[in-house]
């Protein structure tokens, strides 16, 4: 099993990649043998805490060996979260025997398949609320120590940086909301980053489904179909009007503009989110500075009331009314709509698009995704 690791890494060094990480944490095969909770063997490789550790060194050794100086990180546990597991005072140790070993950095993670929430966190737990394990193994190896901890905003990761609770911050889900996260945080746009919500659909789909999916970003996991460089930019300066700024209205729109057409979006409440917004979710927030980026008109407070033809009729709130001309409509307003307005407007204009719940009920991500894919290649 070792000659395994060993041999992986040499794979991993001749096929040109920087380095290798062990990966030692969540209860997974290497975390197993480190773990009492998990390892009760009576051999060589369990009953102490040097014997559990062994497979782990026996293994670094044998990659430095094989490869020479190539970087090896170890991701390990700091705390299980499981009475009889890796507790912080253990992890200590085992990380002083990884440096000793000759490990190059360690990746500090926690919790196991039994204390799983503690492990990939759904959105109740609060940013930075784990520093203190990277802290603790932080202060007590010379080696780098990234470590993950809820990190939704790069000011989070400055202060956990500041605060000397890692060298690097680790941010996973993040980047899978939004590739870009890096770059726009080292561009100061924090504001145009699609954060993630901590929903944990990325986690059911990889396990339900074997595939990533992201309720902030429809195109996470879809890269090869709907990545921008597949986009037809065909709008060619139509008027779209998209009729409600819910998760599904700000995606149509975002689309549509990227294609170039002109989007009006339209929203009778103050403010973007619809539905996600009384879920307390942030991604409206930063929608709205990504549609204001992509040149997409925005009229909060403007409820539809009718339409004529070729025109959107609106009330504004505090009275008055409003006249959109469109050259066509996308449907985007939620649960219930008003089944008069809809065959008014399907009489009234030559396309009509309807997406997320106003087309079938589910969550934020099945509202983002048939808007996504409803508006891709729609409305040519
Ligand atoms: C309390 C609560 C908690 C939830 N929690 C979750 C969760 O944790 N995870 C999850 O995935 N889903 C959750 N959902 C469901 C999720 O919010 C919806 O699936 C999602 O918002 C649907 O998006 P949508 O854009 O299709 O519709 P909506 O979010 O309903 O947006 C429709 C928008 O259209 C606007 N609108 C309607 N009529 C008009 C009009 N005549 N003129 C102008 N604007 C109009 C509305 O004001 C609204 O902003 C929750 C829902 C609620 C109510
Ligand atoms: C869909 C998904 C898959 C993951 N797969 C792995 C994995 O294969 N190995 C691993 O060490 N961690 C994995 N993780 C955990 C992350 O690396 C990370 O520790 C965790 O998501 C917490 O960090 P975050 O709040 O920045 O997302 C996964 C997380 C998610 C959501
Ligand atoms: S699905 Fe997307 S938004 Fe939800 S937790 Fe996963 S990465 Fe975050």
Redesign the pocket.
């Known amino acids: 099993m070792e000659e395994k690791f060993v041999n992986a890494a040499v794979n991993c060094r001749k096929a040109g990649i920087d380095g290798v990480e062990l990966?030692a944490?969540?209860g997974?095969l290497l975390s197993a043998f480190l773990s009492p909770y998990t390892n009760h063997r009576t051999d060589r490789y369990g009953g102490t805490p040097e014997n559990r550790r062994r497979i782990v060194t026996e293994i670094i050794a044998g990659i430095r060996g094989a490869c020479g100086a190539y970087p090896i990180c170890v991701?390990m546990n700091a705390d299980d979260f499981v009475e009889g597991g890796i507790t912080p005072e253990s992890a200590v140790e085992t990380a002083k025997i990884l440096e000793a070993a000759g490990a190059d950095a360690l990746?500090v993670?926690c919790g196991v398949y039994e204390s799983a929430p503690d492990?990939?966190?759904p959105n109740y737990y609060e940013e930075g609320w784990r520093k203190e394990l990277g802290r603790r193994i932080r202060a007590n190896v010379s080696i780098p120590v990234i470590s993950?901890?809820?990190?939704k905003y790069p000011q989070t990761a400055e202060r956990l940086l500041e605060e000397g609770c890692c060298d690097f911050a680790?941010?996973?889900?993040?980047q899978?909301a939004d590739p870009e996260w890096v770059n726009k945080a080292k561009a100061g746009r924090e504001d145009l980053i699609r954060k993630?919500m901590?929903c944990?659909e990325?986690?059911k789909?990889?396990v339900l489904d074997g595939c990533?999916s992201c309720a902030a970003n429809p195109v996470t996991g879809r890269g090869t179909m709907y990545g921008e460089e597949f986009l037809i930019r065909n709008g060619n300066g139509r008027t779209v009007a998209v009729l409600g700024g819910g998760p599904a209205g700000m995606q149509a729109a975002l689309v549509l503009a990227k294609r170039g057409f002109r989007v009006v979006l339209l929203e009778k409440a103050e403010a973007l989110g619809g539905l996600a917004r009384l879920a307390a979710l942030p991604p409206h927030k930063t929608m709205v500075s990504i549609l204001r980026e992509s040149g997409v008109r925005l009229l909060p407070n403007h409820t539809l009331t009718g339409v004529r033809e070729g025109e959107i009729v609106m009330a504004r709130t505090g009275g008055g009314e409003a006249v959109l001309a469109s050259d066509d409509v996308v449907l985007a307003a939620g649960r219930r709509p008003d089944p008069r307005l809809y065959e008014e407007m399907a009489a009234a204009f030559d396309r009509v698009v309807s997406v997320g719940e106003c087309a079938a009920v589910g969550g934020i991500l099945e509202a983002t995704r048939s808007a996504n894919d409803n508006v891709w290649f729609l409305l040519a």
């Open positions: 990966h944490a969540h997974y991701r990746n993670s492990m990939i966190e993950v901890n809820t990190i680790g941010v996973a889900r993040g899978m993630c901590g944990m990325c986690n789909s990889v990533l």
